[in-house]
């Protein structure tokens, strides 16, 4: 299994750009989330899911859509980026109340 | 609203020793739990302990282990050994269930540097 994935890795945006980030999991679990961290702190969440065609605000979802067609995907959306979104995108999905996270996606908007 | 507090911001400790990092946290939940991750510099956030708020026995692995005051709502972790490979940040983190989405609330960290 390969847990949970994030594509892509890295991105630099210019402010006013769109770009989608791409979460997957193949444990199939129900539950997905998008964190951000930002620097010397935790994670904040963004956006989060409870099944496939559900979607709900999370702390922080200003600036943010996301959508969730299939149950094994979790896709956030950045409409028009600003510099204020630099940051690192950590996805997760979870199980039994224990969340298990990607490897994270560092963005910086310009 | 939960928060977590953890008020150490970096710590260090000499291999082989043992080290003791700090988390408060605050609600009016009854039900909850409680979790340790680490974050190493390759940014994975990786889980190493969980506590479950109606259990009073203090959850363990391996090297790792809390001690959960429920009471006193603190929830700290202990690294006996330490290894090289555990220089990392470590954060805390508090979900109640059914609490939007069941998400995690996190503190903001201690880094924790483990010197040879």
């Known amino acids: 299994n390969a847990g949970v994935t994030q594509t892509p890795k890295f991105r630099v945006l210019k402010t006013g750009q769109s770009m989608t980030l791409l979460c997957a999991q193949d444990m199939n679990h129900e539950y997905m989330y998008w964190y951000r961290q930002d620097p010397g702190m935790g994670l904040r969440l963004i956006h989060y899911?409870?099944?496939?065609?559900?979607?709900a605000k999370g702390e922080v979802p200003d600036g943010y859509n996301v959508s969730r067609l299939k149950k094994q995907n979790f896709l956030l959306g950045l409409e028009s980026a600003a510099p204020s979104q630099t940051s690192v995108y950590f996805c997760?999905?979870?199980?039994?109340?224990?969340?298990?996270f990607g490897p994270g996606t560092r963005l910086t908007v310009l | 609203a939960q928060t977590v507090t953890q008020s150490q911001p970096e710590m260090s400790v000499q291999e082989a020793e043992t080290v003791t990092l700090s988390c408060t946290y605050d609600?009016?939940?009854?039900?909850?739990?409680l979790f340790w991750y680490k974050q190493p510099p390759s940014r994975q956030m990786i889980l190493v302990i969980r506590q479950e708020a109606y259990k009073q026995q203090n959850a363990t692995e391996n090297r790792f282990s809390v001690n959960f005051q429920k009471a006193a709502k603190s929830f700290s972790l202990k690294i006996s050994d330490s290894q090289l490979g555990d220089t990392a940040m470590y954060f805390c983190?508090?979900?109640?269930?059914?609490?939007?989405?069941?998400?995690?609330?996190f503190g903001g960290g201690t880094r924790l540097m483990v010197k040879p």
């Open positions: 899911s409870v099944g496939e065609g559900t979607t």
């Open positions: 983190a508090f979900m109640a269930p059914n609490n939007a989405g069941n998400m995690l609330t």
């Open positions: 609600t009016s939940e009854n039900n909850y739990y």
């Open positions: 997760a999905s979870s199980y039994l109340y224990t969340q298990y």
